[in-house]
Structure formats: C-alpha cells, structure tokens
C-alpha cells in the first residue's frame, strides 16, 4: 500500500510540473531560446527580404507614393543594411574555405611525417 501512494505523489507532481510549464510557457519568448536556423540560412533570408523590400520601395517611388527625400534616405538605408549582410556572408564563406584548407594541409603534414616516420624506421 505504501508503494501506492509514493507512486501516486511522483505521478501527481509530475502532472502539476507539466500543467504549470504549459501555463507559463506562453510568457516566455522561447525562439530566443531556440534557435535552430543556421547563420547562413538566417542572413540569406533576410537578404532576400531586404531586397524585396528595396523592390517594393522602388515600385511605390514610381507610382508617386513617397518623396524623393523619403525615397533617397530609405534606399540608402536598406542597400547599406544588404552591404552588411554580402559582407557577412562573405566573411563565412572566407571562414569555410580557410578551415577546409586548413584541413588539408593538416593532411598533407600528417602524411609528411608519418612518411618521415617510416624512412627513419628503414634507416636503423
């Protein structure tokens, strides 16, 4: 009987753990938390959405929707944000070429000594 009622109170705080954590989850901001997209993917689609926006920005200049000043000040605004965002992307593409290239000279100096190694070995 003791078994029971151990068993029971384990079940019953877990149950209150979790309705507690579905009550408060909303409050909390979790993609912050959790963020699972890849840097390169991130800044690709927000490049890709900054030009749609430029696209769009263009379109209404030409249907006269804004000023010219408005017009000037917030295509310059969003060509430096994508300038920005070519540069890092350039930076991560300088970084991968230089860790796979990196890589391979660790190969190639691998290989050198353990070729070192073997004509030594030959040479006692």
């Known amino acids: 009987m003791q078994d029971i009622s151990i068993i029971s109170m384990i ?7 979790t309705c507690l ?3 408060l989850a909303p409050l909390f901001k ?9 840097k390169n993917q991130d800044l690709a ?3 890709e959405a900054l030009l749609t926006t430029l696209n769009e920005l263009e379109f209404e200049y030409k ?8 017009y000037k000040h ?14 890092e992307e ?18 190639e100096i691998e290989a050198q ?6 004509k030594k070995g030959e040479g006692k």
């Open 63 to 70: 249907m006269d929707k804004i000023s010219h000043n408005d």
């Open 90 to 107: 350039e930076d991560v593409a300088v970084t991968k070429v230089d860790q796979d290239l990196m890589a391979e000279v660790e190969k």
């Open 74 to 87: 917030l295509k310059k605004q969003y060509e430096m944000e994508i300038a920005k965002i070519m540069k």
């Open 21 to 23: 954590f579905l009550i």
């Open 45 to 47: 689609s927000t490049k």
């Open 11 to 17: 079940f019953t705080a877990a149950l209150a753990l």
């Open 113 to 118: 000594m353990k070729s070192y190694k073997n």
């Open 30 to 38: 979790w993609d912050t938390y959790l963020h699972f997209a890849p």
